[in-house]
């Protein structure tokens, strides 16, 4: 009997130790245990998160994206500028370059099988950077055009007048400050402040352009005044590349206004054998005490440079600093040309002070005059020489004028 007792109390202690061991693996299973739902979103999450990590761009305050590339062609219009500006499908031109030029310029654009210029941009109305632009008018679809509203009364400035008018086109006065943009890259106008100059090259339009980390500055005509301007309105003018004022003339690209851009690479639009010297020794000094990499039209023709946003390429190799125009004078002592701001009429006329010979012209003839022709009873414009072959004038029969 005792016997019997002592089985029965081993056999309900194996028991109750089997329900431990029971109720532990039941415990460790139930922790481990995930139901067929679970297990799906689990999926669900974890695709979530992969998708989310493979969208999620980490742009740093001074990266921009952008796509594509960007290129920018200062092509070869001898002693004037035009610079072609492309990024995707939209097409920027800065200038028209020579009424001599205007052949090669329309053969170039027409080689790159452009059919639209998004913006065109008449920085001011000096013949060598608006020569071109009634044909450019003529033959291609015209976005937004630039142009200040001062007026001339040279047969150029007539010619693109004509064409705007032909087309329907208005063009738009440049607003300091306003943006504007070219594909991915933005564009700022930042000159002209001041309009009230007797010089005409100081309502030249300044534009800077920025395309991803790569800034570029053209300046057109701008003068020493119009940097001043410039640096005083506290505008960033630091750029990559500089397109050199006025041609490399020493009119332009004044100490505070290169410190202040800081380029890295200049490029210069003149033309051989220029009557003017330029580049100017001046300038060139600047650009080589500064290490900067110049490039020239007139020593590499047409000049293309490619920027992917971050790094910049040339088509061509980097020239030396010699002044003046290769195969011409080394002076820089040649003087520029000036304007004359005539208030009553909003006119501007063109006389120059290298040369001493000023001959007039009239408002609707094609002959130009010495003072006191009958010719000129009803009208009377003063004009060089020089000026006044280039814009197609013929000398008068009757007075024999210098030729």
Known sequence: ????????????????????????????????TVSPQQVGTNKAITKEVSKEKKNTISIGNDIK??????????????????ILIQQGSQNM????????????LMAYLQSLNIKKIDVLVLTHQHEDHIGGADAVIKAFNIGTLYMNKVTTTTKTYKDVINAM??????????SVGATFKLGDANCTILSPINTNSKDL??????????Y???????????QASNEKDMINKEFDLSADVLKVGHHGSDTSTSDAFLSKVNPKYAVISCGKNNDYGHPHKSTMD?????????????????????????????????????????????????STPKV????????????????????????????????????????????????AKKEGYTPCEKCNPPQ
Request: net charge positive; glycine share 10%; proline share 2%.
């Open 201 to 210: 090259n100081t309502y030249s339009i300044v534009i800077k352009l920025v």
């Open 165 to 174: 008018t032909s087309k329907g086109l208005k063009p738009t006065a440049p």
């Open 286 to 334: 600047k650009l080589q005490a500064k290490g900067i990499a110049v490039y020239r039209t007139d020593e590499s023709g047409t000049i293309v440079c490619t920027s992917d946003g971050k790094n910049i390429s040339f088509n061509v190799k980097a020239g030396d600093y010699k002044y003046g125009s290769v195969g011409g004078s080394s002076s820089s002592s040649k």
């Open 1 to 32: 009997m005792r016997n019997m007792k002592r089985g029965l109390s081993f056999l309900l202690v194996l028991m109750f130790m089997f329900s431990l061991i029971g109720c532990s693996s039941t415990s460790q299973n139930t922790t481990s």
């Open 93 to 104: 031109l800065i200038d028209t370059g020579t009424n001599a030029s205007t052949s090669s």
């Open 340 to 387: 004359v701001l005539i208030p009553e009429s909003g006119k501007v006329t063109q006389s120059t002070q290298s040369q001493n010979v000023t001959v007039y012209v009239t408002k609707t003839g094609k002959k130009y005059h010495v003072d006191g022709c009958s010719s000129l009873s009803k009208s009377k414009i003063p004009m060089s020489l020089k000026e």
């Open 212 to 222: 991803g980390n790569n800034k570029f500055l053209f300046t057109g005509d701008a």
């Open 65 to 82: 994206v952008v796509d594509g590339t960007l290129k920018v062609h200062y092509i070869n219009v001898g002693q004037g500028d035009s």
